[in-house]
């Protein structure tokens, strides 16, 4: 079992060796460090899952397989008052001196050469009595020895390098926890204060440390980072990056993995690649949060930081932000030059290198070979089985009727035992793959839109001329080409390209959806035209006169700083419009200095989630009304059902539908909300009625739930109220409301 895990995990570190070199340049960093997650799974997972024609085990085919195969001790076994000792090895029919076939184990038994005797059984082991076994046969004690021989060797090894990494790092964290003073969240720039209480991080100053890093959840910094705010926003991204990463758990699994694995030299080489890796994937993503426009300044804080050197002697074994040295700090340096876009095809390549890797080095030997099917096998096995046993009888005369059957019995119930478990592990390896397919399938969809979203039009981001075209979006147009009642062929009107859905002149924001024949209505860019920030987004939209936003009622500015730059900010965009259906989505965005608009949506599972916890519904239908109680014991009102009396109703629900928001910066909403200056939630409430499965809103006054922000940028939702100036309307449910089967009696 080690030989394997040690071997398959070696082929697998070399493979993804190979990727690295090969892919160079091609795939993002991140994607470039969750390669050496597989390896990590190979080296904790102490047995191979099934068997497969390209498992890296069939190397030694010829040593363990059938060709080679070692006679592993069946037990001993009493016939007629004797003793028996029996060795199972996979045995095969070779042709005797007169042309007969019997059968002849595949084990280099030296008891082999007895068979013709009679003093060996059908199963390649003596036939003799007990106290006459075979003295060149490996016993268990001598097995147990061996085993306890290599324990012995291994287990000092690992005491002695875990030992010395444990003492390190307790040093280190004492060193720090001593020298350390931590940075009030007023002098941390930027939005980082809100980060980091979302995550429990704080932020400590240590005079000499050599480089910033992160302990747990804490970061350390020196003195001179405080020197440059913007080389302290650079440092505090990287570290913020590596704490959404999890490498505090990366670091540690890599040397707990080392240290079990201290004889492997491929492990050690795999841990100081995936260490380079974690720090490769921090700068990229590093990059990304702060703004493109960071990237070359973030690479001279990297340059800078290089010239701290002293003070390392201190915490020999600790990773630090310019780990590596200084050619390593190098190579990130040239990574910084160039933005990487992972393409479908490099995509597509790599997903398959690892399906390919993880089929040599998760599964174990299969020795049938590839170049049999199952049936030849079980007949072959079929043939053997039968085969053995009647040679075992005719060796063994002494063997009774009874004898027989139960041993037939025995073998059978063993074989039935062993097809089954191949046949089961089969399986799971074809829904493996199937699932691997699926989820590449998936991952080479979003890559090929990503590539579209990023590069559709004559350049991407702030040099995007094709914005400046302000394409009109002509709805009449479409509605014409997607509703013909005609059944005349009408071309498409919609080339491909950003539309300009509204301009909102007061806010000085624009808005642009993209429409591709292949991806349909999915993108959407925000362009500000006091900096000319122009930000991307994967946001579904559709074409409809709600998007045209032309009252400006679909955005708008929560907060701006002196400057008039914006900082905060809502919006909602309509996702998906039928004669059934409208819906709406929610959307803040959060504006850095670098122009970069972190964004959160208020999900369809957030608002239900909330809706089943706290909301509850009783329906009292002699009155024609539905209870509506907020938290078990506050009464929000009652909504009018009595247009519905004549009906069952079974259940009282959210309806998914139909849902839609008021940013509220108008005097109507105001007006309405009495006074409340925020953006509300309308949540459609329907019935369930017997005899239907769809969800009845038809007339129903929807619930106003008001939205606000919460202290880290999401969202909180508060107690409703009936929104009395509304009612839904559906022609389509008023139309077959009467086809539905009324209440028993009426």
Not at 13 to 36: A, C, E, N, P, Q
Not at 351 to 379: M, P, W
Not at 515 to 533: P, S, V
Request: charged residues 25%.
């Amino acid at each position: 079992m080690i030989f394997e895990i040690v071997f398959t995990s070696s082929v697998l570190i070399v493979g993804i060796f190979i990727i690295r070199k090969l892919f160079l340049g091609k795939i993002s960093m991140r994607l470039r460090y969750m390669l050496w997650l597989l390896a990590a799974v190979r080296l904790l997972l102490p047995v191979s899952v099934g068997t497969s024609p390209i498992s890296a085990m069939n190397l030694f085919s010829e040593i363990f397989g059938e060709d080679g195969g070692i006679g592993v001790i069946d037990g001993a076994h009493k016939v007629d008052g004797k003793e028996f000792v029996f060795y199972r090895t996979q045995a095969a029919a070779v042709p005797t001196e007169d042309g007969e076939e019997e059968i002849q184990s595949a084990s280099a038994n030296p008891a082999k050469a007895k068979q013709k005797s009679g003093t060996t059984s059908a199963w390649g082991g003596q036939s003799e009595p007990a106290q006459e076994k075979d003295t060149d046969q490996i016993s268990p004690t001598e097995g147990f020895s061996v085993t306890l021989g290599l324990g012995m060797l291994w287990l000092p090894g690992v005491l002695a390098v875990g030992g010395y990494l444990f003492i390190m790092r307790l040093r280190f964290v004492r060193w720090l926890s001593g020298h350390r003073q931590q940075i009030p969240e007023e002098h941390l720039p930027g939005p980082f204060a809100e980060y980091f209480a979302k995550r429990g991080i704080k932020v400590y100053l240590v005079k000499n440390l050599p480089s910033p890093c992160l302990v747990g959840r804490q970061i350390y910094v020196g003195e001179r980072a405080l020197a440059d705010t913007q080389q302290f926003s650079h440092i505090l991204a990287h570290e913020y990056c590596h704490a959404v990463h999890g490498d505090t758990f990366w670091a540690f699994l890599r040397c707990v993995l080392a240290v079990v694995y201290w004889f492997d030299p491929f492990v050690w080489a795999a841990a100081f690649a995936a260490r380079q890796d974690s720090e490769l994937a921090c700068d990229e993503a590093a990059v990304q949060l702060l703004g493109e426009e960071q990237r070359f300044s973030y690479g001279r804080t990297l340059l800078s930081l290089m010239d701290i050197d002293e003070g390392r002697e201190k915490c020999p074994g600790m990773s630090f932000m310019t780990e590596g040295g200084e050619r390593n700090v190098k190579e990130r340096i040239l990574s910084l030059t160039k933005t990487v876009k992972t393409r479908v095809t490099s995509l597509t390549a790599v997903l398959a290198a690892v399906v390919f890797l993880g089929g040599c080095a998760f599964t174990g030997s299969d020795q049938k070979g590839s170049d049999f099917s199952n049936e030849a096998a079980e007949q072959t096995n079929g043939a053997e089985t039968a085969q053995t046993e009647e040679t075992f009888v005719s060796q063994n005369p002494q063997v009774t009727d009874e004898g027989k059957k139960e041993e037939s019995a025995r073998i059978q119930k063993e074989y039935d035992g062993a097809r089954n478990q191949i046949d089961e592990t089969e399986g799971q390896i074809k829904a493996a793959e199937e699932a691997a397919r699926q989820a590449a399938e998936q991952a080479a969809k979003q890559a090929a839109f990503e590539e579209v979203l990023n590069y559709h039009g004559v350049m991407e981001g702030k040099d995007d001329n094709e914005l400046t075209l302000n394409r009109e979006l002509d709805l009449q147009a479409y509605y014409n080409y997607l509703y013909n009642t005609e059944q005349e062929a009408v071309e498409n009107p919609l080339e491909e390209g950003w539309y300009l859905l509204f301009y909102n002149e007061r806010e000085e924001i624009s808005l642009y959806g993209l429409y591709t024949e292949e991806f349909g209505f999915r993108g959407i860019k925000m362009k500000m035209m006091a900096g000319g920030d122009v930000n991307t987004w994967d946001i579904k939209w559709c074409p409809s006169y709600f998007n045209l936003d032309i009252d400006n009622r679909n955005i708008r500015v929560l907060e701006r700083e002196s400057n008039g730059q914006v900082r905060r900010l809502v919006w909602k965009i309509l996702e998906e419009e039928t004669s059934k259906v409208e819906i709406w989505r929610l959307y803040t965005g959060y504006r850095y200095d670098t122009g970069t608009i972190d964004v959160k949506e208020l999900t369809q599972e957030e608002y239900l989630a909330w809706a089943g916890q706290h909301l509850s519904f009783v329906v009292d239908q002699e009155a024609g009304k539905v209870i509506v109680t907020y938290d078990k014991d506050t009464v929000v009102g009652a909504l009018d059902i009595s247009a519905y009396q004549e009906y069952e109703v079974e259940d009282v629900q959210i309806c998914t539908d139909s849902v839609s928001f008021d940013l509220n910066d108008n005097a109507f909403g105001k007006e309405v909300y009495n006074d409340y200056d925020g953006v509300v939630l309308h949540l459609a409430v329907g019935l369930k009625l017997k005899g239907s499965d769809e969800i009845w809103i038809d007339g129903m006054t929807p619930l106003a739930v008001q939205v606000v922000e919460d202290e880290i940028g999401g969202f909180r939702l508060q107690q409703p109220a009936i929104a009395e100036p509304y009612i839904v309307h559906r022609i389509d449910q008023e139309r077959s409301l009467a086809k539905l089967p009324k209440k028993t009696g009426e």
